[in-house]
């Protein structure tokens, strides 16, 4: 079965509501996508609207339904965190269509793929002959520990250009976890992006306040894809592949970030307030000014400074 006749069905169109209560992103959305379409490859399944019915008029029981599925899973030899995933989207669709699952299969995860930050000469010399845009976008998201799909969404007006370090505010309405943030990006990163405004401009395109902030060649909103596809090209200098993926990626940027403002001596709630880490009770005691965020930022920042300018 599509995808794209998966989200005919009533019954995933209240999952994926729902899941948008908890994210935005488009990335967590086909995953739990892949996992209904694979759940109804595995058993059968034509009509997932029908089996929700038969599982409320008693036809059926969805805790043994779940079961046989994640079963079913584990027998193919796939990853555990693939398993866990595909598996909770079974869930999800259930519990946001009044159903209710008790079963709870334990399925232990771990990484069968080890990823590697990258250093700062490794991305120097990864990014010494790429294009101006590849420049600012990697040094954006190296420096400011934002999400591929946050960058995506980032407008100028996003961005505060009057003092530096540069702030850039995450709204909650595009973070992963609905929740508002503000982080910095390194002179270099800033500057790198003020030439990118400008070659834009000499193409002609349009810069106003609701521009997007990185987008494609002709203008148009940058989709994930033309994203990671833009980044690997670079990032492939001084990395390989392991199985289907590469070992440095998109999100090795956001771990190059977290982890080089910790080198710095940076402490722990501060990066995880940056990056848009929860941590217990943080929304409540640690509330950090923006002037002590940006002072520590500039503790770390010549850590994520790569030396690109002059390159």
């Known amino acids: ?10 019954s995933v169109k209240n999952a994926l509501a729902e899941l948008k209560l908890l994210t935005r992103s488009k990335n967590t959305e086909l995953t739990y996508l892949k996992g209904l379409k694979r759940f ?33 899973l584990a027998s193919k030899n796939l990853a555990p965190k693939t398993i866990a995933a595909w598996g909770s989207s079974v869930k999800k669709l259930f519990i946001a269509n009044g159903i209710n699952i008790s079963k709870n299969i334990p399925i232990k995860v771990y990484n069968i793929h080890e990823d590697f930050i990258p250093s700062k000469e490794e991305l120097r010399q990864a990014l010494q002959d790429a294009p101006l845009r590849t420049k600012a976008i990697v040094t954006f998201l190296a420096s400011s520990g934002l999400r591929a799909s946050e960058l ?17 505010k995450v709204s909650g309405i595009t973070a992963k976890e609905r929740k508002s943030r503000i982080t910095f990006i390194s002179r270099e990163a800033s500057q790198l992006l003020k030439n990118y405004l400008e070659k834009r401009k000499l193409m002609g395109h ?51 970030f977290k982890t080089q403002l910790i080198a710095a001596g940076v402490p722990g709630p501060i990066v995880d307030r940056l990056v848009g880490h929860a941590r217990y009770l943080a929304r409540e005691y640690e509330l950090y000014t923006e002037d002590q965020l940006r002072e520590w930022y500039k503790v770390g920042e010549n850590n994520l400074t790569l030396g690109l300018i002059n390159s």
């Not at 079965?1 to 009533?10: D, G, P, T, V």
């Not at 490859?41 to 046989?68: P, S, T």
């Not at 505060?160 to 850039?168: A, C, G, L």
């Open 40 to 72: 109804c490859e595995e058993m059968g399944i034509e009509n997932l609207d029908e089996l929700v019915e038969e599982i409320k008029l008693g036809k059926k029981d969805a805790n043994q339904v779940y079961k046989e599925f994640v079963l079913k």
């Open 1 to 10: 079965m599509e995808i794209s006749k998966l989200r005919e069905f009533q």
């Open 152 to 168: 995506l969404e980032l407008k100028l007006k996003d961005i505060d250009f009057s003092k530096e370090p540069n702030k850039v």
């Open 206 to 256: 349009e810069i106003n306040e609701n521009s997007y902030v990185f987008v494609a060649k002709d203008g148009s909103k940058m989709t994930y894809q033309n994203l990671q596809f833009m980044v690997i090209r670079v990032l492939k200098k001084i990395t390989k592949k392991e199985g289907k993926r590469y070992r440095i990626h998109l999100h090795s940027l956001r771990k190059f």
